[in-house]
């Protein structure tokens, strides 16, 4: 089994920057790959971005590039979401997941990981 913890989240001004982070635990000892999601009210979770198990590969939505890094440090078995530049419309709960299944695939589809957090609220508000 697996647990992945989120933290990080807040509030935040327009403009502002915050550091997501995702902790797992349990089965570490094999490769996965992480993805971020939000998902804001009303609307259906929408995935943000996406590292590999090696670090090297990440790929974003459109409407982060530029603005959010993805990073992983596996020693810590954390990942992180850099979060620069923050708007109102970034304003949503923040989850992490796992794919043990595809550890070296950028995975935007939900129904690929395996395991997810219990998310992280991030607002965006003056």
């Known amino acids: 089994q697996v647990q992945l913890v989120e933290s990080g989240g807040g509030l935040v001004q327009p403009g502002g920057s915050l550091r997501l982070s995702c902790a797992a635990s349990?089965?570490?000892?094999?490769?996965?790959?992480v993805g971020w999601f939000r998902q804001a009210p009303g609307k259906e979770r929408e995935f943000v971005a996406a590292?590999?198990?090696?670090?090297?590969?990440?790929y974003y939505v459109d409407s982060v590039k530029g603005r959010f890094t993805i990073s992983r440090d596996n020693a810590e078995n954390t990942v992180y979401l850099e979060m620069n530049t923050l708007k109102p419309d970034d304003t949503a709960v923040y989850y992490c997941?796992?794919?043990?299944?595809?550890?070296?695939?950028?995975?935007?589809?939900?129904?690929?990981?395996?395991?997810w957090g219990q998310g992280t609220q991030v607002t965006v508000s003056s």
């Open positions: 590292i590999s198990w090696s670090g090297s590969r990440t």
């Open positions: 349990g089965r570490t000892y094999s490769t996965y790959a």
């Open positions: 997941a796992a794919s043990y299944g595809l550890p070296n695939r950028l995975i935007t589809t939900p129904k690929e990981y395996d395991y």
